[in-house]
């Protein structure tokens, strides 16, 4: 809707857009060999070609193929649906080529301030402004940046209604799963361990535990599942082999709403997480873990960059951990860029031929 009223804006004519919601219950039992129906009652009424605006068009079995020869006839077409049948291998396989796929996150937290109306002027963090994103921060930190989330006093209602459905609808329904006991213990299992580097037998042996058996290979494709429907990402560590790379990982949520439905006492964990969220969405398969001697949360290693997270840094022994094990990593690849992301906590770490800034979470994301 915002590009079209962008097309509007720009001087395009309304008879120009063509827009189908297919979620209108007037149209829920067309099939695929009708959609041709939409372009000739087009023609009726329009001339010229029009620009094509499918919305939730994943309810028809089938479209793939007319969106494929929209595509070959050079019409400019725009199609949107449920993430986990938009982007699955048989529509890649259908449309190769053809398409170009722009993926729509959860709001970050400038997008966030925006829709509660506080604006950042230069210098904002040394006026007011600067206790308005600190007190709007707590509810981005603690239910995450869904644009729904915020109009609802009942938040955490609302994120297990929408969890229910990612879980149900895109995952269970669409995969054919049985044993959906299984599958949300998994899902519980990982938002537990949302720090930590787990592996596929680890996973493997967190239901058996319960007397339940299940086959590795189950449990990768679990996953995979979980990932397609964008719940759940992936990250490796930077000195495994590649090999290993696949079967030892960190998993981490696309949003800290979602996560924290699991957490008791999740300040840590959400903390992590929400760094995970900001580089994933920029580096996606650039982004590992670094783990050799040493652990640090996050290395982009074409960046440059290492990146560790504490919600403090006050204990001696936490400040020590964080801080040597930059300095090794610094030293080991000529890093510059070294960070602690830390929730309120600011300073600089002097080293021998490098600086660590220490920066709290809220100013981080909005740099």
């Given at each position: ?5 962008s097309l509007?804006?720009?001087g395009?004519?309304?008879n120009?857009i063509l827009y ?8 829920a ?5 009708e959609l ?7 023609y009726e ?9 499918l919305?939730?068009?994943?309810n028809i079995?089938g479209?793939?193929?007319f969106?494929r020869r929209?595509?070959?006839?050079k019409r400019k ?5 449920s993430?986990?049948?938009m982007?699955s ?7 190769g080529?053809r398409?170009?796929?722009?993926e ?5 937290f400038s997008e ?8 950042l ?5 040394y ?14 930190f ?11 006093a009942d938040k955490?209602s609302?994120l297990?209604?929408?969890?229910q ?6 995952i269970v329904a669409?995969?054919g799963?049985?044993?959906e006991?299984?599958?949300r213990l ?5 938002a537990e ?10 996973l493997?042996?967190i239901?058996?535990s319960?007397?339940?058996?299940i086959?590795?290979?189950t ?7 979980l990932?397609?429907?964008y719940?759940?990402?992936?990250i490796?560590?930077?000195?495994d082999k ?6 030892y ?6 949003d800290?709403?979602?996560?924290n439905?699991f ?8 903390l992590e997480?929400l760094?995970?969220i900001?580089l ?13 001697n040493?652990?640090v949360?996050?290395?982009i290693p ?9 919600y403090?840094i006050?204990d001696?022994?936490t ?7 930059l ?6 690849f ?5 960070y602690?992301?830390t ?5 600089e770490?002097?080293l ?5 800034k ?5 100013k981080?994301?909005?740099?």
């Open positions: 809707m915002q590009h079209i009223q509007l804006a720009k395009h004519s309304i120009e189908i919601n297919f979620e209108d219950e007037r149209i039992d067309i099939k695929s060999s041709n129906l939409i372009l000739e009652s087009y009424l329009f001339q010229g070609e029009p620009l094509v605006f919305d939730e068009i994943q079995k479209w793939e193929k969106a929209l595509a070959d006839e077409v725009f199609i949107t649906g993430n986990a049948q982007l291998r048989e529509i890649a396989t259908t449309l080529g398409y170009l796929i722009e729509v996150f959860p709001f970050d966030f301030l925006r829709y509660e109306k506080i604006q002027l230069p210098h904002w963090e006026s007011s402004v600067q206790g308005d994103v600190v007190r709007i921060f707590e509810n981005y603690n239910f995450g940046g869904f644009p729904e989330v915020i109009q609802y955490r609302w297990t209604s929408l969890y459905k990612i879980f149900l609808s895109d669409r995969n799963i049985r044993n006991q299984m599958l998994l899902v519980r299992k990982l361990n949302v720090q930590q580097p787990t592996s596929m037998q680890r493997k042996n239901p058996e319960t007397g339940n058996k086959a590795r290979n449990i990768s494709e679990y996953l995979k599942y990932q397609d429907a719940l759940v990402f992936s490796s560590n930077f000195t590649i090999a290993e790379r696949e079967s990982k960190k998993h981490y949520f696309y800290n709403g979602i996560l439905l957490l008791y006492q999740p300040e840590t964990k959400l997480n760094v995970a900001v994933w969405k920029k580096y996606k398969e650039q982004l590992y873990y670094y783990m050799k040493v652990e949360d996050f290395f074409e960046e440059k960059v290492a990146i560790q997270v504490s403090s006050t001696d022994v400040f020590e951990r964080k801080v040597n094990a300095k090794k990593i610094a030293q080991a000529d890093i510059q860029k070294l602690i992301i929730k309120n906590q600011e300073k770490i002097e021998e031929n490098a600086t660590i220490v920066i709290p979470i809220w981080w994301l909005l740099n």
